[in-house]
């Protein structure tokens, strides 16, 4: 089966601690990205990533950081310095096509990050 | 001014009905546009795509553009309870081939379709 997933479904931090949330992919996409959506909230773009090795901080970079250094992976870990993180976070791939404006992007199920 | 701005709801439509979302940019440069549906703690699930001005229909679905008004919408025609979910409108800033797949989301409207 193809997909993104995402892990862990749920997850809980402790204040001051930092965090890893894990996205996967085997769609063969090029380019993944990381969105936040607090409740009765569209998404916000975190980072996203056109080609392994790069990445590109999205509208709310400040207290997360990526890595992307397999094709297949994208993880975000949340730092401490993010002040307010409890919302739930997903991640999306696409097929990033240059010049193609109808590249969509697809959806893992999401992590509901919970700060204790 | 909000980049991608829906119709606040939310909105209640009777079984059978026609539902309409909507949705306006503020981007003259946006050139394609999304619409995702998101049931209540899932992920977004992409229902169509749209990019030329016009009618563009799948199944009960229907999205409608106009770039001069800067304005897309989406009409879901026999509305089932099963459509009862969060729509999400998505704007893609595309320009000249380098910011390609980078989308706005809009605030989203939820839909509730009652028997």
């Known amino acids: 089966d193809g997909g993104i997933t995402q892990s862990p479904k749920y997850l809980f931090r402790k204040e001051g601690q930092n965090v890893t949330l894990s996205c996967e992919q085997n769609?063969?996409?090029?380019?993944m990205y990381w969105y936040r959506q607090d409740p009765g909230q569209g998404l916000r773009l975190i980072y996203y990533s056109q080609i392994v090795n790069d990445f590109q901080k999205g509208d709310i970079a400040e207290g997360y950081s990526v890595s992307r250094e397999k094709k297949e992976s994208f993880p975000l870990t949340v730092t401490s310095a993010q002040k307010n993180p409890t919302a739930f976070y997903l991640c999306?791939?696409?097929?990033?096509?240059?010049?193609?404006?109808?590249?969509?992007?697809?959806f893992g199920p999401g992590t509901r990050l919970t700060v204790l | 001014q909000k980049e991608v701005e829906q119709n606040s709801g939310p909105l209640s439509v009777p079984e059978g009905a026609i539902a309409s979302l909507n949705c306006t940019y503020s981007d003259r440069g946006s050139q394609s546009f999304f619409w995702y549906r998101q049931y209540s703690g899932k992920s977004p699930e992409l229902i169509m795509f749209i990019y030329s001005n016009g009618d563009k229909e799948d199944g009960r679905f229907t999205a409608q553009l106009n770039k001069a008004s800067q304005y897309v919408s989406l009409l879901i025609r026999d509305s089932q309870p099963s459509d009862s979910a969060t729509y999400l409108c998505?704007?893609?800033?595309?320009?000249?081939?380098?910011?390609?797949?980078?989308?706005?989301f809009g605030q989203g409207t939820i839909l509730t379709v009652h028997p």
């Open positions: 998505a704007v893609n800033n595309h320009a000249g081939g380098t910011s390609y797949g980078k989308l706005t």
């Open positions: 769609l063969n996409h090029d380019a």
């Open positions: 999306a791939s696409s097929i990033s096509l240059a010049g193609a404006f109808t590249d969509t992007q697809y």
